[in-house]
């Protein structure tokens, strides 16, 4: 379901300000989500809130050699879990936007951190290939297309983020919304191996006459490819 213009309770809003921070104290939070009942359009928009914060934080660092720390990383999946807990629906968007999609262009650098997010809503039966309503596209769609055209454009490093979640989209059984399979994989792979997409490189190939890249999956430890992703 899509929420838009959500006001929130007294409530909420203090619950949304408390997980806002670096450091949440989740003892506040516990107290505030048992004192009164969060509705379902709140917690959506309150996630969705948890992890554009996120996302802004780390990009604020100017320091290239800022590298995030236990705390910080861990401290997103926390605060997801507590809200899926209380009643968070995975399938829910805000604004046009799903949580899976927020999850993944919120992620920055911090892609890694974010899939272990990803896997806590899809392990929650979110479907895999939601539809963005801001973008007009079906998100696995969405991705393919950015992964494959942006790595020419603008450098792989621009897309690590949007190539990291599409693997674990796909590692859930996610496909276009043709029903083919946006990535294939070599020697009989299994699909499910890329749920743990941080187990993964990529490397482009560029491709004559033509304005998307062939985007290489690539075993980090064998340093093999694995698969590729469809163009």
Not at 11 to 27: N, R, T
Not at 202 to 219: F, G, L, T
């Amino acid at each position: 379901m899509n929420f838009d213009n959500v006001k929130l309770s007294n409530e909420a809003e203090k619950l949304q300000f408390e997980l806002c921070k670096l450091v949440p104290d989740y003892v506040l939070v516990r107290k505030l989500l048992n004192r009164s009942k969060v509705r379902r359009e709140e917690l959506a928009c309150i996630a969705y809130e948890v992890l554009e914060f996120y996302d802004t934080e780390y990009n604020s660092q100017t320091d290239e050699k800022f590298v995030p720390t236990p705390c910080f990383l861990e401290n997103l999946y926390t605060s997801i879990e507590m809200l899926l807990k209380e009643g968070l629906c995975p399938d829910d968007c805000v604004d046009g936007c799903s949580l899976l999609g927020s999850c993944i262009y919120f992620g920055g650098p911090c892609q890694y951190n974010c899939n272990k997010v990803l896997r806590l809503f899809l392990d929650k039966g979110a479907n895999p290939n939601p539809f963005e309503k801001d973008a007009g596209e079906y998100l696995i769609d969405r991705l393919k297309w950015e992964v494959t055209f942006d790595a020419i454009e603008f450098g792989f490093d621009s897309i690590l983020s949007e190539c990291q979640g599409l693997l674990v989209l796909v590692g859930y059984g996610g496909k276009c919304s043709d029903g083919n399979n946006a990535v294939v994989m070599y020697d009989d792979l299994d699909y499910g191996i890329l749920k743990y997409s941080e187990n993964f490189d990529c490397e482009c190939e560029k491709v004559e006459d033509s304005c998307h890249a062939k985007v290489y999956i690539i075993e980090r430890n064998t340093k093999k490819r694995a698969g590729e992703i469809e163009y």
